[in-house]
């Protein structure tokens, strides 16, 4: 810390230097992120908020309100109206919760839960932070939850199912609706991480993709996991937690004595109410016509560039069900195929079973850039 202050212009002066250092989702090279450049319209609404503290809801009863009112709208979207939750930090602390409202309901001794081996990898800190023991069901030929897997590992000290709308590696949706039924079978918690998907299947529904429920709809389903700041479009941290009944909240809940609210039910506690508005306003301004474009334009890309890989002579793991595409090739290994795309820099990521180049087709990619990205692919594929 300097002993005087440092006058405003150099301060910004010196972050630009920082800021140079890092990629850009506007630039088009980042094809390897869920996140996305934020809408203008979520930027302003964020910015009016940022003294907004959602973990005080007394002082902020008009953020409260708009809390309130987005919940709604995102429950409505997933399928129920009288959904309860909050807007939080992301997927992470969200999946966190639903196994923290789980456990909490069953008051097992032991309890176990099981993913399927796609599931995101907060699981794995949610199991270790809670003291569940994590079991992982296989995958099916199509890379989804396997249900005889799943029928196999169910016991009774099983608290928590959890399936996968849009997997973070190959964007497959799981078999949501025999989850459902298996659950309500067996009564046991059915919480679906629709982290990414939740933002882009209703809406490609709507235009006509063939896809299957996940959400609400389905009896079974307790909670689901919903990230505005993936495709939604909103700033970066802003995710979603909605839970079919109240008892679920409540199971969680602590005394705050010297807050303005008696009970707290989410991770953290100071909780910024700016995502909170930021995707309020998204929601009032794009509504859900305008989503249907958002999605439906990523599905176009994401089949464009299935198509160029093919024709560039790689393999496709899998044909895409959301807007992600693997591939690998059988002349040359998946880490050697990153290194070159790496260093004509496109900032790609990898996913592990299998192993695979992943691209996520997110709002901020254009047409010229899946083609730019094709054109170096070609050339790898050449030398």
């Known amino acids: 810390m300097e002993d005087e202050g440092i006058p405003r212009e150099q301060i910004f002066k010196k972050l630009r230097k920082y800021k140079e250092n890092d990629l850009t989702h506007r630039s088009g090279r980042i094809l390897g992120s869920m996140c996305t450049c934020p809408d203008p319209v979520g930027i302003k609404a964020y910015s009016m908020f940022l003294e907004s503290n959602l973990g005080d809801p007394g002082l902020f009863p008009g953020t409260k309100k708009l809390e309130d009112e987005v919940i709604t709208m995102l429950g409505e979207l997933m399928g129920k109206k009288d959904v ?93 609706s025999d989850l459902s039924r298996i659950c309500l079978e067996n009564d046991i918690y059915l919480h679906v991480d629709a982290a990414f998907g939740g933002y882009s299947i209703p809406f490609l529904k709507d235009v006509g993709y063939d896809l299957p429920d996940f959400d609400f709809t389905l009896p079974g389903v ?19 937690i909605l839970f079919r009944e109240r008892k679920y909240l409540e199971v969680m809940a602590i005394e705050t004595p010297y807050l303005t609210e008696d009970l707290q039910s989410t991770v953290v506690g100071t909780r910024t109410g700016a995502a909170t508005a930021a995707t309020w306003a998204l929601l009032k301004h794009l509504g859900r016509k305008g989503y249907q474009e958002v999605s439906r334009k990523c599905m176009e890309i994401t089949n464009t560039l299935a198509d160029g890989v093919k024709k560039a002579g790689f393999e496709l793991v899998t044909r895409p069900e959301l807007n992600i595409v693997a591939f690998t090739s059988s002349e040359m290994p998946v880490d050697e195929i990153a290194r070159r795309l790496e260093g004509n820099g496109w900032a790609i990521s990898l996913a592990s079973y299998p192993k695979a180049i992943r691209i996520i087709v997110m709002p901020h990619l254009k047409l010229e850039h899946i083609k730019a990205f094709l054109a170096d692919l070609e050339t790898i594929k050449g030398d």
């Open 222 to 240: 307790s909670s689901i996991t919903i990230d505005p700041h993936k495709m939604g479009l909103a700033p970066i941290p802003t995710g979603g």
């Open 84 to 176: 309860y939750g909050h807007i939080i930090t992301g997927g992470t602390e969200a999946n966190l919760m639903a196994m923290r409202a789980a456990r909490n309901l069953s008051e097992v001794d032991d309890p176990e839960i099981i993913v399927p081996r796609s599931a995101h990898f907060s699981f794995k800190k949610a199991a270790e932070m809670l003291c569940l023991d994590l079991k992982i069901a296989d995958l099916d030929a199509e890379y989804k939850m396997d249900i005889s897997s799943v029928e196999e590992l169910i016991c009774d000290k099983t608290v928590a199912v959890v399936g996968v709308a849009g997997t973070t590696e190959l964007g497959k949706i799981d078999p949501i």
